[in-house]
T-cell receptor, first 111, second 112 residues
Framework: GENVEQHPSTLSVQEGDSAVIKCTYS??????FPWYKQELGKRPQLIID?????GEKKDQRIAVTLNKTAKHFSLHITETQPEDSAVYFC??????????FGTGTRLKVLA | DAGVTQSPTHLIKTRGQQVTLRCSPK?????VSWYQQALGQGPQFIFQ???????QRGNFPDRFSGHQFPNYSSELNVNALLLGDSALYLC???????????FGSGTRLTVV
């Protein structure tokens, strides 16, 4: 069935370093890939997304890359700050209407 | 501009009971999707409502049902509650096909 694998499950980085989270999806028809940040006890918030006709997208310190051939996409956060600490979820749109989410990555930025 | 609002925020129910959760979408959005998020897991798709009809359904039993009203708000009903139904239930709204969900803060359901 449809599946999104996400790695690593936890990630600790020093403040100012970069963080990379990787996802692999199974549905070759997926064409939209959002990333969500969820702080403890709060709602998931969309931080960046990419569509399959684009290979890379950047928004300040955040970037997402997509390799459709390999069915991989990744989130890159540069110059990490303590407020970047949260759980990050990748997702792939499956079919027309639903998202399949990864299992999440708990990012800790150490001051 | 109000975002997605969900009620109640927390709920404790006993096994076998029934529960109704409510969601008001973001202004301008006409599509509501419901997700179940177990502790430490990613959200799992339950179903999506558009034009007052269930448009797509995930792998959830018939105990999970829903409704969308003419003002686009939505309800999620769960019958015959099981301990395993304990989770955070998230409502997400969007416009049309669903790009760029906006999530509500969720309802934390505990079944005892």
């Amino acid at each position: 069935g449809e599946n999104v694998e996400q790695h690593p499950s936890t990630l600790s980085v020093q403040e100012g370093d970069s963080a990379v989270i990787k996802c692999t999806y199974s549905d070759s028809a997926s064409n939209y890939f959002p990333w969500y940040k969820q702080e403890l006890g709060k709602r998931p918030q969309l931080i960046i997304d990419i569509r399959s006709n684009v290979g890379e997208k950047k928004d300040q310190r955040i970037a997402v890359t997509l390799n459709k051939t390999a069915k991989h996409f990744s989130l890159h956060i540069t110059e990490t700050q303590p407020e970047d600490s949260a759980v990050y979820f990748c997702a792939a749109q499956s079919g027309t209407y639903k998202y399949i989410f990864g299992t999440g990555t708990r990012l800790k930025v150490l001051a | 501009d109000a975002g997605v609002t969900q009620s109640p925020t927390h709920l404790i129910k006993t096994r076998g009971q029934q529960v109704t959760l409510r969601c008001s979408p973001k202004s301008g959005h006409d599509t509501v999707s419901w997700y179940q998020q177990a502790l430490g897991q990613g959200p799992q798709f339950i179903f999506q409502y558009y034009e007052e009809e269930e448009r797509q359904r995930g792998n959830f039993p018939d105990r999970f049902s829903g409704h969308q009203f003419p003002n686009y708000s939505s309800e999620l009903n769960v019958n015959a509650l099981l301990l395993g139904d304990s989770a955070l239930y998230l409502c997400a709204s969007s416009r049309g096909t669903g790009y760029g969900y906006t999530f509500g803060s969720g309802t934390r359901l505990t079944v005892v």
